[in-house]
């Protein structure tokens, strides 16, 4: 390298962990924010159950005079989450129950989860791992994932190897360079998978160096968490193509979250604007899941049905999503809708169009 070039990666390396620095990273920065006085009280109370951390960059995308604007809905604690409701899980989608080993989630026979750390750069209000977070708190070593890495080893049909968390981008690149490497070393894995809100929130990180630590024998798939068309910005753009043009598959899950992106007009806006604009396809909408005190940011799942099927007849397949719902005790993710089935008679089939019109479809076989 060049000395030039080792300037503008030092650079590159530094922007990011200032963009940390200069957001919240503890309950006590939120003081320097302009909140409401309920808000500030039940900072510090939710803050207790799940951790309070914010990028500059992403902060700086808050309207502070809009009390409901949708980026701060997700990260500042609200009042409305100190309220838990029954039937709210700890562990929503049953992720310990499925850990044969420390680090690791196997509920599926061709893919595992894997959690090399469980610290992110941002912590969402909505998560679904919050209780993980704030109980196992840890990041990442070597030696805490070498017996996921020995169970992944043993296991031939084990295809996928999802890194998750936490958020696995908000690593450093040496780390993320040795685990990649060690996954590469075993010979049945096919698919490296990488779940993340960095580009979102954090878009100053997807540098050089991160690119470089996740290119080798995998294809290697991200999968960002953008909710909402505010989110989608220059720097998040830049962040994208860089991804793109490394030649990693770039997809996006939602989550559905009242008052922050359940209409139908914010739906298709963040959908046309992930597939045209960054160039990642939208994979799932996710129904809410039964975190605790998030009963404010849920919806029905009927009303998730009536935005997923003006949805379906709004955009075309590649910016749709599939409206899913990620089970309780480990059953997986079912697409919930919308169902265009209207009734079976014999081999007949009534089926309604994208128009609202029914059409009879015959089965004809050989
Ligand atoms: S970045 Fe992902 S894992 Fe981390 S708090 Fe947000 S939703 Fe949860």
């Known amino acids: 390298m060049t000395t030039d070039t080792n300037l503008k990666a030092a650079d590159a390396d530094s922007a990011?962990?200032?963009?940390?620095?200069?957001?919240?990273?503890?309950?006590?920065?939120?003081?320097?924010?302009?909140?409401?006085?309920?808000?500030?009280?039940?900072?510090?109370?939710?803050?207790?159950?799940?951790?309070?951390?914010a990028p500059k960059t992403y902060l700086d995308l808050i309207d502070w005079n809009?009390?409901?604007?949708?980026?701060?809905?997700?990260?500042?604690?609200?009042?409305?989450?100190?309220?838990?409701?029954?039937g709210e899980l700890d562990d929503p989608i049953a992720d310990h129950a499925f850990s044969p080993v420390p680090r690791l989630t196997h509920r599926h026979a061709d893919r595992v989860l894997l959690f090399p750390t469980y610290q992110c750069a941002v912590y969402c209000r909505f998560c679904f791992r919050k209780e993980s977070l704030t109980s196992i708190g840890r990041g990442y070593t070597r030696d805490a994932l070498e017996e996921a890495f020995s169970y992944i080893e043993a296991r031939t049909e084990i295809?996928?190897?999802?890194?998750?968390?936490?958020?696995?981008?908000s690593l450093p690149d040496k780390a993320l360079a040795e685990i990649r490497a060690r996954i590469e070393a075993i010979a049945h894995v096919r698919l490296l998978r990488i779940h993340t809100r960095v580009p979102v929130v954090l878009p100053t990180r997807i540098t050089p160096g991160l690119v470089g630590a996740l290119q080798g024998r995998l294809m290697?798939?991200?999968?960002?968490?953008?909710?909402?068309?505010?989110?989608?910005?220059?720097?998040?753009?830049?962040?994208?193509?860089?991804?793109?043009?490394?030649?990693?598959?770039?997809?996006?899950?939602?989550?559905?979250?009242?008052?922050?992106?359940?209409?139908?007009?914010?739906?298709?806006?963040?959908?046309?604007?992930?597939?045209?604009?960054?160039?990642?396809?939208?994979?799932?909408?996710?129904?809410?899941?039964?975190?605790?005190g998030m009963a404010h940011r849920r919806t029905t799942i009927a009303e998730g049905q009536a935005l997923a099927g003006a949805l379906r007849a709004r955009l075309s397949g590649i910016c749709n999503p599939v409206y899913v719902l990620d089970l309780p005790e480990g059953g997986g993710k079912v697409p919930l809708g919308p169902c265009?089935?209207?009734?079976?008679?014999?081999d007949n089939w009534r089926i309604r169009g994208q128009d609202g019109g029914e059409r009879v479809y015959r089965d004809v076989v050989g």
């Open 159 to 169: 295809r996928e190897v999802i890194l998750t968390g936490g958020d696995p981008l």
């Open 340 to 346: 265009h089935i209207e009734a079976r008679e014999g």
């Open 16 to 53: 990011w962990k200032d963009d940390i620095r200069a957001g919240v990273r503890h309950v006590r920065d939120l003081a320097s924010l302009p909140l409401s006085p309920a808000e500030r009280s039940a900072a510090q109370e939710a803050a207790v159950r799940h951790k309070v951390r």
């Open 220 to 292: 290697v798939t991200i999968v960002t968490h953008f909710n909402h068309a505010r989110e989608i910005t220059p720097a998040t753009e830049l962040a994208c193509r860089t991804l793109r043009q490394a030649g990693f598959v770039l997809l996006n899950q939602s989550v559905l979250l009242k008052g922050v992106n359940d209409t139908v007009e914010a739906l298709e806006e963040l959908c046309r604007e992930l597939m045209y604009r960054l160039g990642v396809k939208p994979y799932y909408l996710h129904h809410g899941d039964l975190a605790r």
């Open 66 to 86: 809009d009390p409901a604007d949708p980026i701060r809905a997700q990260i500042i604690p609200s009042p409305d989450e100190l309220v838990e409701t029954e």
